[in-house]
């Protein structure tokens, strides 16, 4: 019970964990970086395989999961947009019995800023298809469309710090005589973002600065080919930082059962990220969605605490993730009400370029709750145990 205790974070509400961490006072100055401009592009493959077969078992049992995760972020100083996919395989077996299981959900849109103001006007579509099996006949699509206002900006502060880092080492070397113009910059950061191996990357950076006549040198020598090597793999890929707000309607389009009523939304989304050091990151997502007609009132909020390191060749993240749903049933005079706890905790490792074994460890728990108000029945709770798991699977970061 206590350990239950000093897990649940579900009460701690989305202000008190934004002002316990900003007042923590950790943060280096070089963090409190204002960009306006960012670009995040991550690819990446999971695999996993499960076999199983008792001494008392006729048949040997075996899974193949796969997934793929893509993330897909540019802000510039008067828009933004966004692609995010995340899309899941999995081939069971058990003797003669066969079956596959697909889940998959994508998210596009776009924002443009008002002026030099931080509000924007928004809009996207979102798709999504869960536990469709072989033998599923609910095979239909859910698709949602948005459109809002909202304000703030998050940017991905990762490789501007990288860039700068290898700038500065340059200067010291000798072998800058000073900052790097803002056109040949950018070519810089697309370059040492790329998920090329390491001296390919430093070999292309020596020709990008070559080719704008900016070098004193026209090659890097060993000790500052070295260095730079050093300073691209202890870098982070990812590092967001800002606060971002939005609020609007939604509409559903289709549901994957063609039987259901399509429901029309007010929505809403606040994200808090902050960079704690070069490696750290913490970030927190709420969402928050109330229907605005069809025969069952539902809210749901979702709050997602993130929490990343970021080392050499090493990457250990855990989230928490708390989601309320209520549903009203105002002609039975009923309310049901579900809440869920979902925790994570992820090590991954680079064996290779691009190539990365990782264990990943995740236990959930989901309470349900039925109130009524009249027809003199009982109210009814169902608290279950936390569900466990333990995979391990093997990554390749396409880019």
């Known amino acids: 019970m206590k350990v239950r205790k000093n897990l649940n974070c579900s009460n701690v509400s ?43 078992d006729i ?36 003797g003669d019995y066969k079956n596959r299981n697909a889940t998959w959900t994508t998210e596009f849109g776009s924002k443009r800023y008002l002026g030099n103001s931080p509000f924007f006007l928004y809009s996207s579509f979102e798709g999504s298809q869960y536990n469709v099996t072989s033998e599923s006949k609910n095979d239909g699509v859910n698709t949602m469309i948005f459109g809002g206002t909202g304000g703030g900006r998050v940017v991905d502060l990762a490789n501007y710090l990288r860039a700068k880092k290898v700038e500065k080492a340059l200067i010291t070397e000798g072998i ?9 910059f950018a070519k810089v950061i697309n370059t040492l973002r790329q998920k090329k191996e390491t001296l390919k990357r430093v070999v292309e950076l020596n020709r990008i600065l070559s080719e704008a006549g900016l070098l004193d040198k026209d090659k890097f020598d060993i000790d500052t080919t070295f260095l730079l090597a050093e300073i691209i793999d ?25 039987n259901d009523d399509k429901v029309s939304y007010l929505t809403g989304m606040l994200k808090y990220a902050k960079p704690l050091t070069h490696q750290l990151e913490f970030s927190e997502v709420v969402d928050y969605y109330h229907s605005l007609k069809g025969d069952i009132g539902q809210k749901d909020i979702t709050s997602t605490v993130f929490l990343k390191y970021d080392v050499t060749k090493t990457q250990i993240t855990g989230s928490y993730v708390y989601k309320w749903e209520r549903d009203d049933y105002d002609d039975l005079g009923r309310k049901d009400t579900t809440t869920t706890h979902t925790f994570e905790i992820r090590y991954r490792y680079e064996i290779y370029n691009k190539i990365n074994i990782s264990a990943v460890f995740s236990a959930d728990k989901q309470n349900y709750k039925s109130e009524y108000d009249r027809w003199g029945l009982e109210d009814y709770e169902d608290k279950p145990g936390w569900n466990r798991e333990i995979m391990v699977s093997i990554g390749y970061e396409i880019y």
């Open 14 to 56: 989305f202000i008190f964990c934004l002002f316990l961490f900003t007042s923590l006072n950790i943060f280096g100055q070089d963090l409190n970086i204002k960009l306006e401009e960012s670009r995040t592009l991550e690819l990446d493959y999971y695999g996993n395989f499960n076999y199983d077969k008792s001494s008392t």
């Open 59 to 94: 048949h040997s049992t075996y899974n193949i999961s796969n997934q793929i995760i893509l993330n897909r972020t540019i802000e510039e100083k008067h828009t933004g947009n966004w692609l995010k996919l995340n899309g899941k395989l999995s081939n069971y077996k058990s």
């Open 176 to 184: 800058l005589s000073g900052e790097i113009p803002r056109e040949t």
């Open 234 to 258: 202890e870098s982070t890929d990812r590092l967001e930082s800002g606060f971002e707000g939005r609020f609007g309607y939604a509409h559903e389009l289709s549901r994957q059962d063609k």
